[in-house]
C-alpha cells in the first residue's frame, strides 16, 4: 500500500517556487459543499497574479467550461475529463475551444449515451442523471451523491459496471459516475493541451507543475505528477485510489486549494532553499 502524503508544510520552497502550472480539480476540491467560496476563488486570482499558469480540470460540462473560460481567473479549462479544453482568447475578445470529437460524431454517440442512462436508472434506484446533463456534449454524468441522497458503495460500483459492459470509459467523482464512448481522460488531454496551447512538453515539465485533487478520477494524474497535491478530504477515498498523492494539505475542500495557493505565491515572492 503506497505511503499517507507528506504535509504540504513540509513541501520544499525551492520546488515551490520553481511551479509555473496549476491543473486543479472543481468539485469538492476548488468548491466546498458545492458552492465556489469567496476564499477559493480569490485564491485562483492570486495565483494568476503570482504568474502562475491555472487550468482547471474538471468532469463538469462543456456548459460550465464556457462559463470558467470566460469568467473566472483561469488559462483555459479541461472538461467532461479530457474531452476538450476551452480558453477565453483576448485578443481576439472570444470563447475558443479544442474538441476531441467534431460535431457529427458527438451526434453519433447521443443514441448510445442515452440507451446506457436508461438502462442504469432501471438497474440502480437512487441515482438520477446528473442536473448538468443537459449541457453536456461528451458524457453521462449519473449523480450518486450531489442532488441524491448518497448511494451505498454498491450501487457506485453496479454503475460503474454497466458502463463498462456498454464499452465506455467510466469514472468515480466525488459526486457523479462518468461515463464516455473514448479513450481519453484527465491526463492525456492534459498532455495534449500543454503541447497545442501552451507550447510546452508535459513529461519534460511535470515537476514544475501540481494537479490539485480529490477523488477516484484523479489518480491518474496523481500517478504522474511528481508534486501532485490532495485536499485533505482525498484520504476518504482512499481505499478507491490506485495512486495517492505526495502531498496533502491540512484543510479540506476549497480551504485546502487556498491554502496550497498561499504556499505557493508566497515561494514565488521570497524563494529560498530548504
Known amino acids: 500500500m503506497a505511503a499517507d ?18 491543473l486543479v480539480d472543481i468539485d469538492d476540491t476548488l468548491a466546498t459543499d458545492g458552492r465556489l467560496t469567496a476564499h477559493a476563488y480569490s485564491a ?21 467550461c464556457d462559463h470558467i473560460a470566460r469568467m473566472w ?9 479530457g474531452a476538450f479544453w476551452m480558453w477565453h482568447d ?3 475578445a472570444k470563447l475558443r475551444a479544442r ?8 451526434a453519433e454517440l447521443a443514441g448510445r449515451l442515452a440507451a446506457v442512462r436508461e438502462r442504469i436508472l432501471r438497474e440502480v434506484p437512487g441515482c438520477a442523471p446528473a442536473s448538468d446533463q ?5 458524457d453521462l454524468a449519473i449523480d450518486f451523491r ?10 457506485i460500483d453496479r454503475i460503474v459496471a454497466l458502463m463498462r459492459e456498454a464499452s465506455m470509459s ?16 484527465k491526463l492525456a488531454t492534459t498532455r495534449l493541451m500543454m503541447r497545442e496551447r501552451f507550447g510546452l512538453d508535459l513529461d519534460a515539465e511535470r515537476a514544475r507543475c501540481v494537479f490539485v485533487g480529490d477523488s477516484p478520477n484523479d489518480a491518474p494524474m496523481f500517478a504522474y505528477f511528481p508534486n501532485a497535491v490532495g485536499v485533505a478530504n482525498v484520504l476518504d477515498f482512499r481505499d478507491r485510489l490506485d495512486a495517492l498523492p505526495a502531498w496533502i494539505t491540512r484543510s479540506r475542500c476549497g480551504a485546502g486549494f487556498a491554502e496550497l495557493a498561499r504556499m505557493l505565491v508566497d515561494a514565488r515572492e521570497a524563494p529560498a532553499s530548504r
Open 134 to 138: 443537459f449541457c453536456r456534449l461528451y
Open 5 to 22: 502524503p507528506a504535509p504540504i508544510a513540509d513541501f520544499p520552497r525551492a520546488v515551490a517556487a520553481s511551479v509555473h502550472t496549476v
Open 146 to 155: 450531489e442532488d441524491v441522497a448518497p448511494l451505498a458503495r454498491a450501487d
Open 99 to 106: 474538441h476531441l470529437l467534431d460535431e457529427a460524431q458527438r
Open 170 to 185: 467510466a469514472k468515480v467523482s466525488s459526486i457523479h459516475v462518468n461515463g464516455w464512448f473514448g479513450d481519453w481522460d
Open 90 to 92: 483576448a485578443s481576439a
Open 73 to 81: 481567473p483561469v488559462d483555459a479549462v479541461i472538461g467532461e475529463n
Open 44 to 64: 485562483l486570482e492570486a495565483l494568476r497574479e503570482a504568474g502562475l499558469r491555472v487550468v482547471p480540470v474538471t468532469g463538469r460540462p462543456a456548459g460550465w
